[in-house]
């Protein structure tokens, strides 16, 4: 079972975009479309006290018929936030996002953020070894132990 320490270090981006409470709905989703990605940390200082998603942002502010530009993300992000250590296995990263319903989740070791997994990571993990588990089988029957 691989540890979500080596899943971070094997991702292609190792940034992890954050935005203020007090910044605008725009601003992240701004931020969101600037950078590709599907959410933002919401942070105070080195304090996660949040999460923004695209969801967030569609779901809270549509029906609401409120501004982006004059929303708070604080008046949508989702709080408190699940978080994992580090030494999480992918399968228990996937078992948690799972039952909460959730696609993205800050890894934080000793009260300091070290990184953010995504659904989209742990898939691309799990589908990684399985082709390198099937390559290995495919060589052992052939007989090329090489």
């Keep these: 079972m691989k540890r979500i320490s080596h899943i971070l270090k094997s991702k292609a981006i190792q940034s992890v975009y954050s935005i203020a409470p007090s910044a605008t709905v725009f601003d992240a989703v701004t931020l969101m479309s600037q950078r590709n990605v599907g959410a933002l940390l919401v942070m105070e200082t080195t304090d996660v006290v949040g999460i923004v998603s695209e969801r967030d942002c569609v779901w809270r502010m549509v029906p609401s018929g409120r501004s982006p530009n004059e929303t708070q993300v604080c008046e949508i992000m989702s709080a408190p936030v699940q978080y994992v250590p580090s030494t999480?296995?992918?399968e228990e990263?996937?078992?948690l996002m799972t039952d909460k319903r959730l696609r993205h989740l800050p890894v934080i070791d000793?009260?300091?953020?070290?990184?953010?997994?995504?659904?989209?990571?742990?898939?691309k993990d799990i589908?990684?070894?399985q082709n390198f588990i099937i390559e290995q089988l495919e060589h052992y029957i052939m007989g090329d132990r090489g």
Excluded: K, P, Q, Y
């Design 88 to 90: 999480h296995t992918n």
């Design 93 to 95: 990263c996937m078992a």
């Design 127 to 129: 589908i990684s070894e």
């Design 110 to 123: 000793e009260g300091r953020l070290v990184g953010l997994i995504s659904i989209g990571d742990l898939v």
